[in-house]
Nanobody, 128 residues
Framework: QLQLVESGGGLVQPGGSLRLSCAPSGFTLSGYAVGWFRQAPGKEREGVSCISSSGGSTKYADSVKGRFTISRDNAKNTVYLQMNSLKPEDTAIYYC?????????????????????WGQGTQVTVSS
């Protein structure tokens, strides 16, 4: 199974920023749509953001629109999630996932079943 590695999590005060990175181990992300998901204690894992394989289309959860930005750098084989104006309710384990599905070139999705490769997650804690 192809693996992904997340980095960049940590403890930040409300209103602060973090940038998460997602890099593959042993394969290229080219051709894959990449999504960021998060799971808070006692809650189900939810979609946060997704970028199509072409990079031309993105999707955001309503709760993060205007604060988070997803991007991909194919030269560095990495996908980023820039998180600004962080709130305590953003506290969660953040996972990145990659998948190839019908339409993945242009249509980002939060359907977790369409993502075949997942990372181990990185903890983000927003607290004063």
């Amino acid at each position: 199974q192809l693996q992904l590695v997340e980095s960049g999590g940590g403890l930040v005060q409300p209103g602060g920023s973090l940038r998460l990175s997602c890099a593959p181990s042993g394969f290229t992300l080219s051709g894959y749509a990449v999504g960021w998901f998060r799971q808070a204690p006692g809650k189900e894992r939810e979609g946060v953001s997704c970028i199509s394989s072409s990079g031309g289309s993105t999707k955001y959860a309503d709760s993060v629109k205007g604060r988070f930005t997803i991007s991909r750098d194919n030269a560095k084989n990495t996908v980023y999630l820039q998180m600004n104006s962080l709130k305590p309710e953003d506290t969660a384990i953040y996972y990145c996932a990659a998948g190839i599905y019908h339409g993945s070139s242009y249509y980002p999705t939060f359907d977790q079943l369409l993502f075949s490769s997942w990372g181990q997650g990185t903890q983000v804690t927003v607290s004063s």
